[in-house]
């Protein structure tokens, strides 16, 4: 195309709201092409049949494969490429392709280039432990194979290699343990994890706690004679915090008794996000049970946004929880803040994060808002939505982080997020999350404890893992008890002892 043409297409494919993909009914071609249209057009509708208002074909030619695009006042735009005779195009070949058809169609490439999955880090992590190659070799090979631009790669790269130190040596027998609590006061509008708003009367805590104490022994039992050795401990939600400072109590005391809290654990981590349902009381027996990092997620620090969202607390709340949480003693904080929030501007967000920064908490992590399946948003809107944020405001995002002494120690994508964003985790030096970081490399078994709480089962010799995963509806969790532990037990002992 001529560069006459490149820009006729792109102010045509701009006003575009309907396009039909024409293509073979593939799944991962399929897959990959609708993901990669989304990436230029998050508020389009893509279809695979019916009329539209564009349309991306998609067929065989000789020698190759044929793309081609064709819209209103705009010309039939075609790109043929040589693929190996005789040899099946896998689905990454033809996402490289048809991300090079779509950054000529719309003539401006994608930051992350080809790859359209949440864990591009992975990628640069198999480079550096799997290939040897050095942090500089690995960002130069993810701009090469899959056109991710110099900073995404230098991005990747650099967490890759600061992750080094917490995921190694690999040891099949060390595994880190979730606590699923999915238990709230209230449902956020963008929230889409199932979780359960509690009653007045507490009976829907008092039923699940007794079914998960009953797990957390049996599941303590079976790890010691698996002769596994627990790394890192993390309660999350959900809220946990909704629990009474008893039942806290008593959750802390079966996990010590069943040795899933031990003193040479790398990490224990506890969500008290919301202040309203976190009290010095709560806090004094987390310390004491050996809690040494604390989520406080505010998610905005402008209360009109909070309101908007569902969250029952204002910016003060969260400033007067986190000194009682520093008076305590705990020597690790982690908050929250997402990005997009009730239409939010750069601005005001960047006033949420100074904020937050004035507060020094050791980890802060910074989401896209992504609307997803199960959230208020996408059932009142689909996941359309304003882009309100560029390249340009992640950053200056980074920029104040990296000035204010915080360095990016895990990330991941969401589909459809805001801006086309990451999710990012920053620390201040020497205090990473270390859960999070073994939970994005995946190269550690991961036991879910409760209701909602996936595991991965992870084979260091083969570098594979199987997911074990259970049901999702404390209702059901607290209907069929000793079933649905039964049920994990089994599937953690299979996977445990599979050949893989």
């Not at 909704?242 to 008794?257: C, D, F, G, P, T």
Request: aromatic share 8%; hydrophobic share 40%; with cysteine.
């Amino acid at each position: 195309m001529t560069t006459q043409a490149k820009e006729t297409a792109s102010e045509g494919l701009s006003r575009v709201k309907t396009v039909c993909l024409v293509m073979p009914d593939y799944a991962p071609w399929r897959t990959a092409a609708r993901e990669l249209l989304m990436a230029y057009l998050p508020n389009g509708d893509i279809q695979f049949d019916g009329g539209a208002d564009a349309a991306i074909r998609v067929t065989d030619a000789p020698g190759g494969l044929k793309v081609e695009a064709a819209m209103p006042e705009c010309p039939i735009a075609e790109r043929i490429f040589e693929v190996t005779a005789g040899q099946p195009l896998d689905s990454e070949r033809f996402k490289t392709l048809f991300y090079h058809f779509l950054k000529e169609l719309f003539n401006r490439p994608l930051a992350w280039g080809s790859l359209t999955g949440i864990k591009p880090v992975k990628i640069a992590h198999h480079y550096m432990a799997g290939e040897g190659l050095n942090r500089q070799q690995a960002g130069d090979k993810m701009m090469r194979v899959y056109d991710v631009s110099a900073k995404k790669a230098a991005l990747a790269a650099g967490i890759a290699h600061r992750e080094m130190p917490i995921v190694y040596p690999l040891d099949d027998h060390r595994v880190s343990v979730y606590v699923g609590i999915p238990i709230c006061p209230a449902k956020c509008s963008y929230c889409s994890f199932v979780s359960t708003i509690a009653d007045k009367k507490g009976v829907l805590c008092a039923d699940y706690l007794q079914g998960l104490i009953s797990e957390i022994r049996q599941m303590g039992a079976w790890m010691i004679k698996q002769q596994l050795r627990v790394d890192t401990l993390y309660i999350g939600g959900g809220t946990p915090s909704v629990l009474s400072v008893r039942q806290i109590e008593r959750l802390l005391a079966a996990l010590k008794k069943s040795r899933l809290i031990h003193s040479k654990l790398r990490e224990f981590t506890f969500e008290a996000g919301r202040p309203e349902t976190t009290t010095p009381e709560k806090l004094a027996v987390l310390k004491a049970f050996g809690v040494d990092r604390l989520c406080l997620n505010p998610q905005s620090m402008n209360d009109e946004t909070l309101a908007a969202v569902g969250r029952f607390h204002t910016a003060a709340d969260i400033e007067r929880v986190y000194r009682q949480i520093r008076g305590v003693g705990f020597g690790c904080v982690n908050m929250d803040l997402i990005a997009g929030l009730n239409q939010e501007t750069p601005a005001q967000f960047l006033t949420s994060l100074d904020r937050v920064v004035a507060m020094r908490p050791e980890n802060l992590t910074v989401h896209s808002l992504a609307i997803k399946k199960g959230s208020r948003m996408k059932a009142a809107g689909g996941h359309r939505y304003t882009q309100l944020y560029d390249a340009a405001f992640y950053d200056q995002v980074h920029q104040k982080l990296a000035v204010a002494g915080y360095e990016p120690y895990y990330m991941y994508r969401q589909k459809y997020a805001q801006g086309n964003g990451e999710n990012i985790g920053y620390c201040l030096t020497g205090h990473p999350g270390i859960y999070n970081t073994l939970m994005m490399a995946e190269k550690q078994t991961i036991i879910g404890v409760g209701a909602g709480s996936s595991g991965k089962v992870y084979h260091a010799q083969t570098n594979r893992f199987n997911k074990v995963f259970t049901v999702k509806d404390i209702r059901t969790y607290n209907q069929r008890g000793q079933q649905v532990i039964d049920q994990k037990l089994a599937a953690y002992q299979a996977y445990l002892h599979a050949k893989v």
